[in-house]
């Protein structure tokens, strides 16, 4: 079946601290995005990423679609980086939906 | 470039009321779409639209109607609240015809039904 799972659930770190987050994907996915939805309830978009590597400031993603996960980097955190990151993908058939993970919470302490 | 946007922010509605959440986007997306957002469900789509005067249903559509007589509106209405309706709803749009390009997500709008 359809199935986008996350790695790890829970995450808590230090400022400044360096984090790796995991998003395995099925087949019938692809398409791959990072979400990050912030303390207060908003969904901002992080990468667009099928495939290979993007870099934005201290975020990088990385999609091995062969592979079917993708990885998300976060370099020295900050505390308004606190939040759940979701990674979705591209589901086709009738429903042109994105199926999204189940997130991962992470906690960045000052 | 304001991208998506959702009216109201917050909304208390009575069992059996009827609303609207409006939702718009001013980046001529073909693709708009409707999520709901529940604890331990995740984002769910309601209904999806790929072009003005094109809807269809998604995976919870039971109790919610849609419209899209232009590209840049697509309205949900509730047609008679329930407290099962109690969430955050999510628009969303894209380019194309499906969900296959970057999604893009309004700031959501969250309903409590008493």
């Known amino acids: 079946g359809i199935q986008v799972e996350q790695s790890p659930p829970d995450l808590i770190l230090q400022e400044g601290a360096n984090s790796t987050l995991r998003c395995n994907f099925s087949d019938s996915v692809n398409n791959l995005q990072w979400f990050h939805q912030n303390p207060w309830g908003q969904l901002i978009n992080l990468f667009y990423i099928p495939s290979g590597t993007k870099q934005n400031g201290r975020l990088s993603a990385t999609t091995v679609a062969t592979e079917r996960y993708s990885l998300l980097y976060i370099s020295s955190s900050q505390t308004t980086d606190s939040g759940v990151y979701f990674c979705a993908g591209y589901s086709g058939g009738s429903n042109y939906k994105l199926t999204f993970g189940k997130g991962t919470l992470l906690t960045v302490n000052p | 470039n304001a991208g998506v946007t959702q009216t109201p922010k917050f909304q208390v509605l009575k069992t059996g009321q009827s609303m609207t959440l409006q939702c718009a986007q001013d980046?001529?997306?073909?693709?708009m779409s409707w999520y709901r957002q529940d604890p331990g469900m995740g984002l769910r789509l309601i209904h999806y639209?790929?072009?003005?005067?094109?809807?269809d249903q998604g995976e919870v559509p039971n109790g919610y109607n849609v419209s899209r007589s232009t590209t840049e509106d697509f309205p949900l209405r509730l047609l008679s609240a329930a407290p099962s309706q109690t969430s955050v709803y999510f628009c969303?749009?894209?380019?194309?015809?499906?969900?296959?390009?970057?999604?893009?997500f309004g700031p959501g709008t969250r309903l409590t039904v008493l």
């Open positions: 980046m001529n997306h073909e693709y």
């Open positions: 969303a749009s894209g380019r194309g015809t499906g969900a296959y390009n970057e999604q893009f």
């Open positions: 639209s790929v072009g003005a005067g094109i809807t």
